[in-house]
């Protein structure tokens, strides 16, 4: 009994726990802790920073035993108790690298783990784009079926205006057809609006890591428009110079190049190993012996063409960070120049168009109802008022899109 009822409170607490999708912060913070894609490159990055400590440690030593003359001399079946043979040699032996070699390889290391923080840190940018993107979609398709609802119930009033005109013989039977045929278009583009709904829903779904189908809280609180000083270009372009993840892998790489570099050439010294080698004979040690081994760098073209490669990797990070760099700050340009024209469509349509249109259609309808124009005339006014109140929802959309664009250069929120 006690268990049943405490499944049934666990029901009863999730069922009663808010519903994601009304704000933009819980969407990201749960795409941030859930979404598998950025799990897998915070692993990434977990695992590179894991092989700095190795990539600049001493190899292993190497121990090696050797029997000599197990059978001495054929005087005893052969045996391998190291009192029993003729001698036993002990070798202990340690490879040193040249002095300088072991940081750079930790060096390298460090900026290549740096290279996939970065990568990391993109793909974090990346996700919050799509989820700030997907979000903009909802608001866009709500704002639509709003005013979808509101024509309908607009063209429902004025049909029966037509009809009471056609009944009083002021107006044509085909003013209620037409006002029907608005009705049914109105309906066939909400279907085309929920069918649109849920795709989105599905998308923000699968971003969140959630099933595709889960529902989704209508989103209540748009995100409002930056301040005209937060888009000056200049600022903008200092910090997405130091900021950008993408530019900042893309330095990691060429440290990391530069590092490589240096060490191709450092290998021209060859690198040596000390060793000890004790030799025991029956039950005590009689001899000691001290090793010393370098290698010889004999094979010259083979180092040079590595030198060649580590510089030519160099010369391609650093044109890659050019390349991205240039792309980067073409993008900041193109959206800038983006978001200001939708917030220019959005001041026209709300200060200008709309009114006009609105007022057009309030004189048409008393010109209707007067016998002064025709219902293509009204119809024609309306709509114009329900293309001034599209380019307004339209031109918001466009500009959240261009916003999470810029948001995804800088590699976070203005």
């Known amino acids: 009994m006690f268990t049943a009822t405490l499944a049934v409170s666990?029901?009863?607490?999730?069922a009663q726990a808010p519903l994601p999708g009304a704000d933009l912060p819980t969407l990201l913070a749960i795409a941030r802790e859930r979404n598998p894609e950025y799990?897998?490159?915070?692993?990434?990055?977990l695992a590179a920073t894991e092989r700095v400590t190795p990539a600049g440690a001493f190899?292993?030593?190497?121990?090696?035993?050797?029997?000599?003359?197990?059978?001495?001399?054929?005087?005893?079946n052969p045996n391998l108790w190291p009192g029993n043979v003729g001698g036993t040699k002990y070798t202990l032996t340690q490879e040193l690298p040249w002095f300088g070699k072991r940081d750079l390889k930790r060096e390298i290391a460090t900026f290549?783990?740096?290279?996939?923080?970065?990568?990391?840190?993109?793909?974090?940018?990346?996700?919050?784009?799509?989820?700030?993107?997907?979000?903009?979609?909802?608001?866009?398709?709500?704002?639509?079926?709003r005013l979808t609802l509101e024509i309908l119930d607009l063209m429902v009033r004025l049909e029966k205006i037509a009809q009471v005109r056609y009944a009083s013989g002021l107006a044509a039977q085909q003013d209620v057809i037409r006002a029907q045929v608005e009705q049914s278009n109105m309906r066939s583009e909400l279907v085309t609006q929920d069918a649109e709904a849920r795709q989105v829903n599905a998308r923000m779904n699968a971003l969140l890591a959630r099933?595709?189908?889960?529902?989704?809280a209508e989103p209540t609180l748009e995100r409002p428009w930056p301040a005209p000083a937060q888009l000056d270009f200049a600022t903008l372009e200092e910090r997405v110079r130091?900021?950008?993840?993408?530019?900042?892998?893309?330095?990691?790489?060429?440290?990391?190049?530069?590092?490589?570099?240096?060490?191709?050439?450092?290998?021209?010294?060859?690198?040596?190993?000390?060793?000890?080698?004790?030799?025991?004979?029956?039950?005590?040690?009689?001899?000691?012996?001290?090793?010393?081994?370098?290698?010889?760098?004999?094979?010259q073209e083979t180092?040079?063409?590595?030198?060649?490669?580590?510089?030519?990797?160099?010369?391609?990070?650093?044109a890659r960070k050019e390349a991205v760099a240039n792309q980067v700050?073409?993008?900041?340009?193109?959206?800038?120049?983006?978001?200001?024209?939708?917030?220019?469509?959005?001041?026209?349509?709300?200060?200008?168009?709309?009114?006009?249109?609105?007022?057009?259609f309030n004189s048409a309808l008393a010109s209707y109802e007067n016998t002064k124009v025709d219902f293509a005339t009204l119809l024609e006014a309306q709509r114009a008022i329900r293309q001034a109140r599209q380019n307004q929802i339209k031109a918001r959309f466009e500009g959240q899109v261009r916003l999470a664009e810029i948001e995804k250069l800088l590699g976070e929120d203005l």
């Open 10 to 14: 666990a029901l009863a607490a999730h």
């Open 242 to 299: 130091s900021r950008n993840p993408q530019l900042f892998a893309e330095e990691a790489r060429v440290k990391s190049a530069e590092k490589g570099r240096e060490l191709a050439y450092k290998n021209r010294i060859p690198d040596f190993m000390i060793g000890i080698q004790p030799t025991q004979y029956q039950t005590s040690f009689k001899e000691w012996t001290l090793m010393l081994e370098v290698n010889i760098p004999l094979q």
């Open 39 to 45: 799990a897998s490159m915070r692993s990434e990055v």
């Open 303 to 318: 180092r040079r063409a590595q030198e060649r490669e580590s510089e030519a990797m160099l010369a391609a990070a650093r």
């Open 59 to 76: 190899p292993d030593p190497r121990f090696r035993l050797e029997l000599m003359d197990i059978t001495k001399g054929g005087e005893q």
């Open 211 to 216: 099933p595709a189908s889960a529902p989704l």
């Open 112 to 145: 290549e783990a740096e290279g996939v923080q970065g990568k990391a840190q993109g793909t974090w940018a990346e996700l919050a784009a799509k989820v700030k993107i997907a979000q903009a979609q909802r608001f866009y398709l709500q704002g639509n079926r």
């Open 329 to 360: 700050l073409s993008d900041l340009s193109e959206n800038l120049a983006g978001i200001e024209a939708t917030r220019r469509i959005e001041t026209l349509a709300t200060a200008s168009l709309l009114p006009q249109a609105e007022l057009t």
